[in-house]
């Protein structure tokens, strides 16, 4: 008998072999209308089911900001960015200048904490705080609801590093971790103290994973040194975890980041982590990475969106799947999909060929 989705993925989490991999999609909305389009058919969920992409549902909890603090974030920002199209103030305080046309690519022109260099520096700054997090009281009726129905739930982090560049700036982290370990540590302090505070809500809640996203390495190594991740980084990310699966055995972890992770990967097993998104085939051999670390780590998103997806043929893609399959699904332990997020670039051939490919094998 078929499995649902949960039984599927659990089963893969579990480091056994279900009935076939599971499946997901990162895919932007223009990306996703072409594909209905394609496809012929009228909804997301239509294009799930023809493609048999196994079900993924995240929630998340509310943050009621007092007014006080928002207003205070809203008066740091320089007048000459304000009331001016050409620039967006974004959460936190960040001020981008937006490219007309595009949704994605935007200037970082202004940061709240920028100027920051001693660890009082950041004491004017209203950091979030644990007491503003709120739960629907319907939340976890809602997850046992999708978990009914089939589906692994999930709920996300942001990466303490990235939410650190983002109202600080990244080339100031990285010379933190270098010339300004105190202000570092009291960052990261504050950061990694909100994350678990969110993380443990959300596993008491219910939810079968919690995702950290935010990038830490580049497409040949880390952003920072390994060294310096494990002096600021690695004790802190084993805490958050181990207070995570305190509050639910049963949760699972998984770190999204890009690039070359392999340094710090036997770190993370250590810190407890389960599933790494993406093992991206330009940086980490899938292969080589399931020999050395398959039987701890969960490989989640494979299929390379730099060159099979994007340049490739629909039997380049199939046999890329093949591939994969063949060497890294023994035992369970591998989930695929695309390394990143599908655009409307890729030809919409290859995706549905990625997909089939998994049926097919």
Same mark, same amino acid.
């Given at each position: 008998?078929?499995?649902?989705?949960?039984?599927?993925?659990?089963?893969?989490?579990?480091? #056994?072999?279900?009935?076939?991999?599971?499946?997901?999609?990162?895919?932007?909305?223009?990306?996703?209308?072409?594909?209905?389009?394609?496809?012929?058919?009228?909804?997301?969920? &239509?294009?799930?089911?023809?493609?048999?992409?196994?079900?993924?549902?995240?929630?998340?909890?509310? !943050?009621?900001?007092?007014? &006080?603090?928002?207003?205070?974030?809203?008066?740091?920002?320089?007048?000459?960015?304000?009331?001016?199209?050409?620039?967006?103030?974004?959460?936190?305080?960040?001020?981008?200048?937006?490219?007309?046309?595009?949704?994605?690519?935007?200037?970082?022109?202004?940061?709240?904490?920028?100027?920051?260099?001693?660890?009082?520096?950041?004491?004017?700054?209203?950091?979030?705080? &644990?007491?503003?997090?709120?739960?629907?009281?319907?939340?976890?009726?809602?997850?046992?609801?999708?978990?009914?129905?089939?589906?692994?739930?999930? =709920?996300?982090?942001?990466?303490?590093?990235?939410?650190?560049?983002?109202?600080?700036?990244?080339?100031?982290?990285?010379?933190?971790?270098?010339?300004?370990?105190?202000?570092?540590?009291?960052?990261?302090?504050?950061?990694?103290?909100?994350?678990?505070?969110? %993380?443990?809500?959300?596993?008491?809640?219910?939810?079968?994973?919690?995702?950290?996203?935010?990038?830490?390495?580049?497409?040949?190594?880390?952003?920072?040194?390994?060294?310096?991740?494990? #002096?600021?980084?690695? %004790? #802190?990310?084993?805490?958050?975890?181990? =207070?995570?699966?305190?509050?639910?055995?049963?949760?699972?972890?998984?770190?999204?980041?890009?690039?070359?992770?392999?340094?710090?990967?036997?770190?993370?097993?250590?810190?407890?982590?389960?599933?790494?998104?993406?093992?991206?085939?330009?940086?980490?051999?899938?292969?080589?990475?399931? #020999?050395?670390?398959?039987?701890?780590?969960?490989?989640?998103?494979?299929?390379?969106?730099?060159?099979?997806?994007?340049?490739?043929?629909?039997?380049? !893609?199939?046999?890329?799947?093949?591939?994969?399959?063949?060497?890294?699904?023994? %035992?369970?332990?591998?989930?695929? =999909?695309?390394?990143?997020?599908?655009?409307?670039?890729?030809?919409?051939?290859?995706?549905v060929a990625m997909y089939d490919a998994v049926g097919e094998c």
């Amino acid at each position: 008998m078929a499995m649902t989705s949960r039984e599927r993925i659990l089963t893969c989490f579990e480091h #056994r072999s279900p009935d076939r991999v599971p499946t997901f999609i990162w895919i932007n909305r223009d990306a996703m209308d072409g594909l209905l389009a394609h496809l012929g058919l009228n909804s997301d969920r &239509e294009a799930h089911e023809r493609l048999r992409i196994d079900r993924w549902e995240s929630v998340g909890l509310q !943050v009621r900001w007092p007014d &006080e603090c928002q207003a205070l974030i809203d008066s740091l920002v320089p007048d000459e960015y304000r009331d001016d199209e050409q620039y967006r103030v974004m959460s936190g305080g960040r001020v981008v200048r937006v490219h007309p046309g595009s949704d994605y690519l935007e200037d970082v022109v202004w940061l709240p904490l920028a100027e920051a260099e001693r660890p009082e520096d950041l004491d004017f700054y209203p950091f979030p705080r &644990e007491e503003w997090i709120t739960v629907p009281e319907d939340l976890p009726d809602r997850i046992q609801a999708l978990k009914d129905e089939g589906a692994v739930v999930i =709920g996300e982090l942001t990466q303490p590093f990235k939410a650190a560049w983002l109202v600080r700036g990244m080339d100031n982290v990285l010379m933190d971790y270098a010339i300004r370990p105190g202000l570092l540590d009291r960052l990261y302090d504050i950061l990694y103290g909100w994350a678990r505070a969110v %993380g443990v809500r959300l596993v008491e809640a219910g939810v079968d994973m919690v995702q950290i996203t935010g990038d830490l390495a580049m497409q040949n190594s880390m952003i920072m040194s390994p060294d310096a991740w494990r #002096r600021f980084d690695k %004790g #802190r990310l084993k805490a958050l975890i181990s =207070g995570l699966k305190a509050a639910n055995p049963a949760a699972y972890v998984m770190m999204h980041t890009d690039g070359d992770s392999r340094a710090i990967v036997p770190d993370l097993i250590e810190c407890g982590l389960d599933v790494l998104n993406p093992i991206q085939p330009e940086c980490m051999d899938p292969a080589e990475f399931k #020999r050395d670390h398959g039987d701890r780590l969960v490989m989640h998103g494979c299929v390379s969106l730099q060159k099979t997806l994007p340049f490739g043929t629909p039997e380049d !893609v199939r046999a890329e799947i093949r591939h994969l399959i063949e060497h890294c699904s023994m %035992g369970g332990g591998l989930c695929l =999909g695309p390394s990143n997020v599908i655009f409307k670039e890729i030809p919409l051939e290859n995706v549905v060929a990625m997909y089939d490919a998994v049926g097919e094998c």
